[in-house]
């Protein structure tokens, strides 16, 4: 049996006894593995550096880079992916055993090589390995889970909010405006009285589907609450905020959104403000500006966009 953790797993030989590097790569190859050889240390951190080596063979003694300066210098610079290190010696005394565990290596074998051991160390090294990418995959899974909303897959409350802050900071450094744009889904509410909230939630996705066909790559959103949604847009002054805000209110009303209750009339209403005027704002204060022009819209009777361009507040229509 050989413990491979996929078709074609990579493996590294280092190993400049000629010889001894053909035997093992015969080996390995006839195992299913896809081998890398290497003749001294340092081009063995290169072929490293540049390929996905899940597992790498690595003699004690060799030029320029010997097997445990290698060890170390791997576990200093490259953590990910991980790369199972299995250190080839002659030396069987236990301190040198240590020394080279010691050294990051995550096993040993003794040369000459047996197959059959050789084949087991592997299967181990397979065995971690796998458990090390699942790791990592449910460690990705559970960031994202922590920055985005599950259901938009825009970033939450919490993470747009630190990237405003992240933005408005780089805005006043580069003199570059901020604009904040938050939408509100019109009389959500009453969809979800009528329909039920799983027709609410098919509306917001297909709002939230809309939205990002509307913005530019390089802005970003986040789901604020409910059903309100919050833009953010670099370099973006007051007639910026004023088409894009047109645009989102469009795209959404534009043509009736298809749900499992038959197709729906939605509109949104928008608020925005540039931190043009207000180079010192904070996040909060920025939001709490196009919240204001938010409440302004949905008073002057939804489906429309205001915008903030003056620290008076003073209000243009957009419509």
Not at 38 to 59: C, F, R, V, Y
Not at 231 to 257: H, T
């Amino acid at each position: 049996m050989v413990g491979i953790l996929m078709p074609m797993s990579k493996i590294l030989i280092a190993e400049d006894d000629l010889i001894t590097a053909r035997i093992l790569e015969k080996h390995l190859r006839g195992w299913g593995y896809s081998v890398f050889l290497e003749q001294d240390g340092e081009a063995a951190w290169s072929t490293l550096d540049k390929e996905n080596i899940q597992i790498a063979i690595l003699d004690w003694m060799m030029p320029k880079l010997n097997g445990l300066q290698l060890c170390r210098k791997i576990r200093a610079h490259k953590s990910e992916p991980y790369t199972y290190l299995i250190l080839l010696t002659a030396r069987a005394a236990t301190e040198d055993i240590v020394k080279g565990l010691n050294a990051g290596a995550d096993d040993y074998i003794t040369k000459p090589v047996e197959p059959a051991e050789l084949q087991a160390r592997l299967s181990t090294g397979n065995r971690i390995i796998e458990l090390e990418n699942r790791n990592r995959r449910l460690q990705q899974k559970l960031g994202k889970m922590a920055r985005e909303d599950s259901l938009t897959g825009f970033l939450n409350k919490r993470h747009i909010h630190e990237r405003l802050e992240e933005e408005l900071s780089r805005g006043l450094r580069d003199q570059m405006p901020v604009g904040a744009v938050l939408l509100d889904i019109d009389r959500f509410k009453h969809i979800n009285d009528t329909h039920g909230h799983h027709i609410g939630d098919q509306v917001l996705l297909e709002i939230a589907t809309r939205i990002r066909h509307s913005i530019r790559r390089h802005d970003q959103v986040g789901r604020y609450g409910g059903d309100e949604i919050l833009v953010l847009l670099w370099n973006a002054n007051s007639d910026s905020l004023r088409a894009i805000s047109q645009r989102l209110c469009s795209c959404v009303s534009s043509q009736p959104i298809a749900t499992d209750a038959g197709p729906l009339e939605v509109s949104v209403s928008v608020g925005g403000a540039s931190s043009q005027d207000h180079w010192n704002i904070s996040a909060k204060s920025l939001i709490k500006l196009s919240d204001q022009a938010l409440y302004n819209a949905k008073n002057s009777g939804r489906n429309r966009a205001e915008i903030i361009e003056s620290e008076k507040k003073e209000l243009t229509n957009v419509q």
